[in-house]
């Protein structure tokens, strides 16, 4: 089917015709035939890079021409990031493109005057929550990786923000984009969607295990030199041969780094020099970027052409190595399984190192086909690679049989609804409620009735955990004791704006009420009390350290529990080993002693911080509301830990560009404020900071005269992690 031929407008097919996309793949026409651009929804259930994009491209165009707004649901932030820059590109056809990712207590009206927004479900839950106008606008919305309805983090909130925007806006077209799984059928039919199945690839995709030498697919053998010792290493050196690229799945963090480093020697000897010059160039934007030992061992590995990638890494970090991938100058990455959720970097070989992952319940354990398959089919890149290879490693014929009949030959599973617990549903019903949408226990029922749990296992059972979710509603105050209407209290209501989970706000609500003297540490241990927090790990080498503190400062605890009830007071010790890694971020303590002493990467300091800014926002809003004490003392911490430093910085840390770094040089320098700064001269500034932040600086204060020709002063030390 060609572009030409689709009822679209004229521009739009240009558009597609002058990127080079003149036909529509198989499932995409599949979709044309079944309704895509006449408003139908639609489950496209195809393998990654058969181009699910771009059947959202064209209803959200189609919809939005015709007057509508759409709305793009992801499940990442970084995902967001990479389809909003995409979906910029649709500036030149007069689209306003939007993407909103932040404060979960914001209505965002702003957002509105956009004719395409992109945002992650949990923003999208949000900002239903605060009855944002423009939700009601929505003729087309995408849910993005749709089949992550299975997962049991995040699951919930897209299943509950996919019945509402439908009950809402009946008229709205759905499109769903998923993975191959299992029950698409019974996913679509959910939906009252039309199904778009396919396992058609653009570029052929070699599923296969390596066993001695030998690389098996279901229809072909092709052996691999064996120059190391080490046979993932010869997989990638045969794969460079051929003028392509490996991504490596590993396990573990260390892992991705071990295997990175391992495989630095080797790959080094394939570099060509205009390699090595990009490389080294990536390497320097790294160490500027980021001072730990993590980042100075991953520079030494990217300017040999390896790389590794994971939660632990920040955020640019992360960029460099995608884009210097992107480009074809970094030959391997080694990476854990969040690569494969969704960013777009494809390679010519996949390589699945380690297929087990450990679960606290049962150990190490094969992980599903599902994601084996979201791994496998990063390979091979579009209209670059003549073909994708996935592979996985056998290390005795048993193992060899097992692999094959497990993920080559297998199809997905099933997937599942994961809102049948009173912890997925509490936030939600509290919402539901709140925001209109069920005044009473039937009507509750009712709207529960759309949602995919009730549709896989019926409506019944939600019935008892729907009466112990309300019965704690009411208990806490959230909702008025009247059992004959469901009616949210001012309490309730602040807390479904705020998006905390309701057990959160109770034992933020009740620390407060209960507590003594109010530290630092009160507070921040208190937020880590709530299921919103994502606790530390706690390593046995932790156990003594962390006792140690809980006795020195058991009277700022509200509650320490008997030590003796070991599996409670081993929760609580992670509670406080994560409230003293936030300690040590709001004293300023530099961040690569902070990985050091909790095993941490950067990017887990930021994520957490993150969570923890928003929670102690929570705790400032809702003791003002409840009036109990610690509004201010919240207020006050939520800033240090969006920043990471003491109280004394605040003032030159809302100036942006200044991070905690520079505003203690400064601060050190007698530059002790914003109007200190004012006055100052830019020279002097420009000998601490360097002159182009101080330029930045300037300009932000409002003394713009004042930067003039100083960029041949250099900085007193060179580099810091602002
Ligand atoms: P998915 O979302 O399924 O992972 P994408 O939509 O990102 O895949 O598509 C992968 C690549 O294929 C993109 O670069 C896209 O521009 C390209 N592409 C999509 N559809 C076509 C087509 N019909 N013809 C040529 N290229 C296409």
Redesign the pocket.
Known sequence: MK?ESLDLPDEIKRFYEN???????PP?AEAVEKGLLEGKNLLAA??????????AELAMLKSVLNGGKALYIVPLRALASEKFRRFQEFSVLGMRVGISTGDYDRRDEGLGINDIIVATSEKTDSLLRNETAWMQEISVVVADEVHLIDSPDRGPTLEITLSKLRRMNPSCQVLA?SATVGNADELAAWLDAELVLSEWR?TDLMEGVFYNGIFYCKDKEKPVGQPTKDEAVNLVLDTIKEGGQCLVFESSRKNCMGFAKKAVSAVKKTLSNEDRETLAGIADEIIENSETDVSSVLATCVRSGTAFHHAGLTTPLRELVENGFREGRIKIISSTPTLAAGL?LPARRVIIRSYRRYSSDSGMQPIPVLEYKQMAGRAGR??LDPYGEAVLLAKSYEEFVFLFEKYIEAGAEDIWSKLGTENALRTHILSTISNGFARTREELMDFLEATFFAFQYSNFGLSAVVDECLDFLRREGMLEKDPDALVSTVFGKLVSRLYIDPLSAALIAKGLREAGTLTELTLLHLICSTPDMRLMYMRSQDYQEVNDYVMAHAGEFSKVPNPFNIAEYEWFLGEVKTSLLLMDWIHEKPENEICLKFGIGEGDIHATADIAEWIMHVTAQLAGLLDLKGAKEASELEKRIRYGAAPELMDLLDIRSVGRVRARKLYEAGFKSTAELAAASPEHIAVLVGPKITERIFKQIGRREAVSEFSDIEPLEKGSSD
């Open positions: 572009i990127s080079g996309i003149l036909e529509l793949y995409q195809i393998p990654t890079a058969s181009g699910k994009t771009l059947l984009l653009p777009n579009p209209r």
